[in-house]
Structure formats: structure tokens, C-alpha cells
């Protein structure tokens, strides 16, 4: 350790030191006025600083943590903007302190450091002092975090399921058994992905079927993932959470104020991470109810599907639609795929070959590979797979003489479960 000493300890140089050629008066008025001058010169070129950052201040609060919309993301705000406050008068103390060291006790003044080995009293200041503040900021961070995790008394229950890459949401009712259920995928046009179409406001960040909720009403999400590992994150929210396969991880919020709010999976979740949207809207209780009665009626109506027959130019209208949102990922879509991993359906032995093997596997999926079990897991019907299956056997090249309807895949899964 060592501390600058002045003046006296001048005399304890050596002597070629110390011996420093005479100056006149007007010699020294000039080095008082050239040591001024530069004072000067930085105290102004400080001040410029200071007026430069000032603009900033604006810019800097868009890189700042967002204060969010519920009561948890207000507490992460404030968490986050105290601990930030008492670490910039900590900065500013230990910075302010070298900073006035290094100047008042430079070379050019004479000063010569004393040496001595420790000071146990500064050491105990020194340790003290900061485990004080440490626990001071414990404090709030505690009474955060258990707030964040106290679930329990909510309003509402719904399961949240990751799928590569899409979300699933089941609405729950009180004994936990499903009411209403849908999929969320990403609704970005693919010209807007491949550079074809100057890109929305919104790209990347909207989905064909929002999570709705009412607002003031405490939501508890059960989330979990069926393939890989997800994460369900809404920054206004101050939510993210992690989606495991064969785990549940629960989490709540509760939105007063109408509006959309939008999020991303967060978690590294194989090719089209980047094209997993959360989005949630807050509904005012009326709108949300009217909402709810209307898609349960919707999907009452889509089951009732599977006895129904279709012709062949709805099958392809449906089947397109399908396609793009839910295979044109993997297997592109003029269907070519990406060869090894995603096969191109042009021309394959499954969209060309017996209809059996075609709804076998759109149904339950390849093990090992990234085609999944659209079926067996829920995210598709009777009445879909019939369609995208047409429209599989009816395009790209492909033009088999089935048409494909859905009791022809009541009548496999029967079969076969």
C-alpha cells in the first residue's frame, strides 16, 4: 500500500533530484498562467462532455430495462434501477477518489509515497462497509424474486406447450381439464423472410392466434415443451420461463391495461428458433367472453369435421393453407425441402405411394428426425391432415388419383390406436 506524502520528503531525494536550476519571477507568473490556462481548458472540454450526453439520455432509456405492465415487471424496474443508482455513487466515489490522487499527488508537485506494508483498521472498514451494502440490496432483491414465483389464487389456468416451433395454449378449467385449445405460429409472410417484400412493422413478432386474456384477471401458465427445450418470454411481462419436455414450470401475471405485447422464445430451439413468437393480448372482460364463445364454437365445429366430405378443390384450398404455416419450414414450399435433413415431398415415394403410409406418418411422426407427430400430439385434425395430405398427393409434380378425406384418417387412427 502505498500513500503520497508532500513538501517535507522533497529534501530526501538524491541530490541530482533535487537540483533544479533557479527560476525568475516573470518565469514563474508564466507557468502559474500556463497551469491555469490548462485548468481551464479541461474544466470546458468536461462541460462539452456533459452537453454531449445529454441527448443521449433519451437514447440510453430505449437500451434501459423495460418498466413493463404488471406488477412484477414494476418490481424488476425498480429493483433494477436502485441497484444501478447505488452503483453508480459507488463508481463515482472510488473513480472520484483515484481521480483526485492521481492529480494532487502527481510527480510534477514534489510528492514522494510512503511505504508501509497494511492497515488492519482500513482492511475491517474496507470489508465491512461493502457486506453492509450487500445485505441492504439483499433486501428488495428477496422480496422480488418470492414475489415472482408466489403462484396460487389465480383466475384463470392455462397450459403453455412448446412445439419446434410453435406454441400451443390450452385454456384449463378448475380441475385442470382441458376447455379450449389452439396453436400460435408465426404469421410473418415468407416474401417479407426472403427478402421479397420490405418487411412489416411487426416482423417476426406476429402470430396467427394470440394468447387472449381478460385484463385484471391473475393468470397462472403451466409451461412445458413437447420435443425440446423452449422458453416463453414477454419482456413487459418480466416473464420468461423455461418449456421442458416431461417438467412444468408455473408462472403468473396479471394485465390492467388493454393491449398487445409481444415476446420470443428464448431458448436456442434448433433451426427456426428466431421464428417462435410469443404474442399475448389483454381484451376487456366483455370482448374477451365474446372471444372465448366464438372459438370454442369454431373448434366445437372443426371435430364435427371429420364426418364431413369434402370436394376436391376445398381440400387443396385448406391443404395449402395448412402447408405453408405448418410444413413449408421444413420441406419449403415449392417442396423441395433441404436434403438430408428435410426430404423434398416432389416426387417422394410418401406423397406418391400407398395412402396408409402417408397418414401414418403426418400422424405420428418420424423417431429420430424432425418430422413430428402432428397427430398423435394434437396440433393437427381429422379434417387438417385430410387436406394437407391432398395437397401433398396433388402438387410440386405429385398427382396421385385419391382424393383424401377425413374419415379415411378416422378410420387409420382407428385401426391403428
Not at 402470430?207 to 413437447?226: E, F, Y
Request: a neutral charge; one cysteine or more.
Amino acid at each position: 500500500m502505498t500513500l503520497a506524502r508532500r513538501g517535507a520528503d522533497f529534501r530526501d531525494l538524491p541530490a541530482t533530484a533535487r537540483e533544479r536550476p533557479k527560476r525568475t519571477r516573470l518565469e514563474l507568473d508564466q507557468l502559474e498562467r500556463g497551469k491555469k490556462k490548462v485548468n481551464g481548458n479541461l474544466v470546458k472540454r468536461i462541460g462539452s462532455a456533459l452537453m454531449l450526453l445529454l441527448p443521449s439520455a433519451a437514447w440510453a432509456d430505449k437500451l434501459n430495462l423495460r418498466e413493463g405492465v404488471t406488477a412484477v415487471s414494476r418490481s424488476e424496474y425498480d429493483l433494477h434501477m436502485l441497484i444501478l443508482y447505488v452503483c453508480c455513487v459507488i463508481g463515482l466515489i472510488v473513480f472520484g477518489a483515484m481521480a483526485y490522487s492521481l492529480y494532487h499527488h502527481r510527480k510534477s508537485r514534489g510528492v514522494v509515497a510512503a511505504q508501509f506494508h497494511d492497515s488492519t483498521r482500513l482492511e475491517i472498514v474496507w470489508t465491512i462497509i461493502p457486506t453492509i451494502i450487500l445485505v441492504l440490496m439483499a433486501w428488495p432483491a428477496t422480496t422480488t424474486l418470492i414475489d415472482i414465483y408466489k403462484t396460487g389464487n389465480e383466475d384463470m389456468l392455462i397450459e403453455v406447450r412448446g412445439f419446434q416451433w410453435k406454441w400451443q395454449y390450452k385454456y384449463l378449467d378448475e380441475n385442470r381439464k382441458d376447455q379450449l385449445s389452439f396453436f400460435s405460429v408465426l404469421a410473418t409472410p415468407q416474401d417479407e423472410i426472403y427478402n421479397r417484400k420490405v418487411k412489416g412493422e411487426h416482423y417476426l413478432l406476429e402470430v396467427d392466434n394470440p394468447l387472449r386474456v381478460p385484463v385484471g384477471k391473475r393468470v397462472r401458465l403451466l409451461i412445458t415443451s413437447n420435443d425440446v427445450i423452449h422458453s416463453w418470454s414477454v419482456p413487459d411481462f418480466g416473464i420468461k420461463r423455461d418449456a421442458i419436455p416431461g417438467m412444468l414450470n408455473d408462472v403468473w401475471f396479471e394485465v390492467n391495461e388493454p393491449g398487445i405485447f409481444r415476446g420470443q422464445c428464448s431458448e436456442l430451439c434448433g433451426k427456426d428458433h428466431g421464428f417462435m413468437p410469443v404474442v399475448v393480448q389483454a381484451m376487456a372482460a366483455d370482448e374477451y367472453q365474446a372471444w372465448y364463445t366464438k372459438t370454442k364454437a369454431e373448434e366445437d365445429e372443426k371435430k364435427a369435421m371429420a364426418s364431413k366430405t369434402f370436394t376436391a378443390d376445398e381440400l387443396m384450398k385448406t391443404g395449402g393453407e395448412i402447408y405453408n404455416k405448418t410444413c413449408a419450414t421444413c420441406h419449403q414450399p415449392d417442396g423441395k425441402g433441404l436434403p438430408p435433413a428435410f426430404p423434398p415431398l416432389a416426387g417422394s415415394k410418401i406423397a406418391t405411394g400407398a395412402l396408409e403410409d402417408h397418414i401414418a406418418i403426418v400422424w405420428g411422426g418420424k423417431t429420430g428426425t424432425a418430422m413430428q407427430a402432428f397427430g398423435a400430439s394434437g396440433q393437427l385434425n381429422a379434417a387438417d391432415i385430410a387436406a394437407v395430405i391432398h395437397y401433398e398427393r396433388h402438387s410440386f409434380g405429385n398427382n396421385t388419383s385419391d382424393v383424401v378425406q377425413p374419415v379415411d384418417v378416422v378410420n387409420w387412427t382407428s385401426a391403428h390406436h
